[in-house]
């Protein structure tokens, strides 16, 4: 019998901080570490093509990374001084593992942005001025004694 990495819906943790459980240790983190680096090796186009107007601060001086461990997830691509997620979508992705992958990171405070691969592939300096609009957005920062989370 196999295990698989899974995310449990709103179950109560016996605390009302969304942080509480936020941090991977031990060898969850080790396997997170190994499936990030994989996705930096193995980009689709999609990524390819955003992360060529992203990396080296091409996108209004902002610094992004892609691949992070943010939390207990793998995001394609972070803003952590803007507390920013843009995540793509791909052909066979699971809509409904996908909403709640972003509600955790908007319940601890993290913007997400989505964007199906066709969008990417079709109109790469479109979002890249969508993602430019929400980076100047004021927002307010988390507020926790726990540090950044992304």
Known sequence: ??????IRSGENTGSSDPRANWGVTGKRLDRLKDMARARRRDPSEAEKLLWSGLKDQKLGGFKFKRHQIVGSAI????????WLVVEISGLGANAELDALKDRKLVDVGIRVLRFPDEAVLGD??????????????????????RGSAA
């Open 1 to 6: 019998m196999s295990k698989t990495l899974s």
């Open 124 to 145: 790469a300096d479109g979002v890249l001025q969508a993602i430019l609009a929400e980076l100047e957005k004021p927002f307010q920062r988390p507020t926790s004694g």
């Open 75 to 82: 995001v394609d691509f972070a803003c952590p001084a803007r």
